[in-house]
């Protein structure tokens, strides 16, 4: 028989009181509590709702929509509404709980409850946040809630120093705009680039100064904005550098695809769209106006680089590609719409060596004077060419060595013939570039890469086949001679 006596009393209460709590947190009652709270609260207060659009109503992103929608997947309510997203981040170790949409979402902020919600936008598919504070509480905390998320914005970004990348679509423009974006990855920087050295140091001074230059240009009157052309032939690392430029700066990508557009409008809208901070893109240009008949014309590009509506935004740098700039209109070229013009050559010995020491480990070997006499011939690949073979070949630093000389002399004979292969002090640069158009885009004549992939066989056998085509040549050559 078990005798309770009132001193037992309290004890007995609190276990009760532990073990239905206990329920009530495995159960779904805590959370029908919960929303019966909620739901009083909506009936007993006035509240105000603030609608945050991702784009205004000229179609130009809402900047507030952005900080809002990372500042909100930063709370760990996130995690707590009735359905969440979860995605992988720029690193494949990390995952993000995301906000989804028509769920909502709680911040406190001076005691006060802010509801956030995101509205898909029905029809038009334009979304929105909205948000949700009593009315009685607007004036004490609405304006310094939004600093605080600016301010909160400000420290994630400059933790996540993430680069995006931005391309054009063509499709639904109306409801989530006209940009696509995603995490930029790409390693090279500054400091990985084969450059020469004091033609690097001259351009990262020139970007440095365009980022402590705010004042400077708005005293002038000119918009705070920088264009670069970058011009070489294909593969001597115009993206790459373009690439490091965005890591160097810490600015987003927009890189434009003239094909997806319609008209010079078009162009003019995406410029609308771009953000402050950011690198505008366009490559090869000069291949675009190639074609007979292109939606965009050559004013439409103009007025792109310098019209008024490229005033419309700060802290921009434009950057344009091409193979040649020879065939290009002069009013493309000028100051003001080129600010800076940047040779991409094709690779000499000097750059040669710079990608054997980073590829392969090497300063030195016995094959350098032999490749630098080739060189001097006039014989050249693209630095993307010479990667390849010693990425390749980067187990066997001879093989490596080998294999870009048999390229160069099969490059050499395939562009210059019967001609001498010494080239005219002065000649080199210019005369690359028009060859370098030749061997890629004509239908005749000889590509060395295509070469390229059958010199591993040839290495094989030793190379002499290379050799006895070169002596049959010659041979040949001798007895028509004879019998002329």
Known sequence: MVVVTFSTVPVLLVVLVGVALGFLLR??????????RGFLENKCYVHQYYKVPKFNENMQENLLFRKVY????????VGESDFANLCSSSRSSEINVVLDENQVTVDKFLGSRVEWRIDGGGESGARSLVMKIRKNNRRRILVPYLQHIHQAY?????????VRLFVNVENDPTANGRWRSTPFTHPATMETIVMDPDLKTRIKSDLENFL?????????GRVWKRSYLLYGCSGTGKSTFIAAMAKFLSYDIYEIDLHKLTCDSDLKYLLLQTTTKSLIVIEDLDRYFSNQSTPVTLAGILDFMDGLLSGCGDERVMVFTMNSKENADPNLLRPGRIDVHIHFPLCDFSAFKS??????????????P???????TGATLSQAEVCEILISNRTSPSRALKTV???LEIDSAGRFGKRPNRMGPGQGVEECIQLGSLVKDGSNAIHPIKEIKNLYG??????????????????EKEKEAQEN
């Open 370 to 376: 032999q490749l630098e006499e080739i060189f001097h």
């Open 154 to 162: 400000d420290e994630m970004e400059q933790k996540r120093k993430t």
């Open 458 to 475: 040839l290495l094989r056998a030793r190379s002499r086949k290379v050799s006895v085509d070169f002596d049959a040549d010659e041979k």
């Open 27 to 36: 159960t779904s009652l805590i959370l029908f509590l919960k929303k019966l």
């Open 70 to 77: 990372a500042y909100l997947n930063s709370l760990p309510s």
């Open 212 to 220: 402590k230059s705010r004042q400077y240009y708005h005293r002038l």
């Open 405 to 407: 000389i048999s390229a």
């Open 355 to 368: 990608l054997a020491n980073s590829h392969l480990g090497l300063k030195d070997h016995k094959l350098f």
